[in-house]
């Protein structure tokens, strides 16, 4: 069975950090192509940061030279380093594994998702 939970969100001040983790099981984890989505009230769900199986990684505008995106393979693990944070990063924030990446994700999977709280 294919999971993905995140952790390591919570509340933090403005220009504050937090790593977040998801731990995946169920797949071959280096064989995928890896994202991080989040979603802020009333807003559609958001690109924040994407890797390769190779380790190629690219990012959303808005977090351009504040988060890092990072895959440890024996641990079939991602993370996301988040620096500098703002008000507007407050999100929900998904660990994602596109859809159509092979049988097993006919549809795109998200995780539960963790909450992401930056005060002013």
């Known amino acids: 069975q294919v999971q993905l939970v995140e952790s390591g969100g919570g509340q933090v001040q403005s220009g504050g950090s937090l790593r977040l983790s998801c731990v995946t099981s169920?797949?071959?984890?280096?064989?995928?192509?890896l994202n991080w989505y989040r979603q802020a009230p009333g807003m559609e769900r958001e690109l924040v940061a994407s890797?390769?199986?190779?380790?190629?990684?690219s990012y959303g505008d808005s977090v351009k030279g504040r988060f890092a995106i990072s895959r440890d393979n024996p641990k079939r693990t991602l993370y996301l380093q988040m620096d500098s944070l703002k008000p507007e990063d407050t999100a929900v924030y998904y660990c994602?594994?596109?859809?159509?990446?092979?049988?097993?994700?006919?549809?795109?999977?998200y995780g539960p998702g963790t909450q992401v709280t930056v005060s002013a």
């Open positions: 994602h594994v596109p859809g159509g990446s092979s049988w097993l994700f006919p549809q795109d999977k």
């Open positions: 169920g797949f071959s984890f280096d064989a995928y192509n």
């Open positions: 890797i390769t199986v190779r380790g190629v990684t």
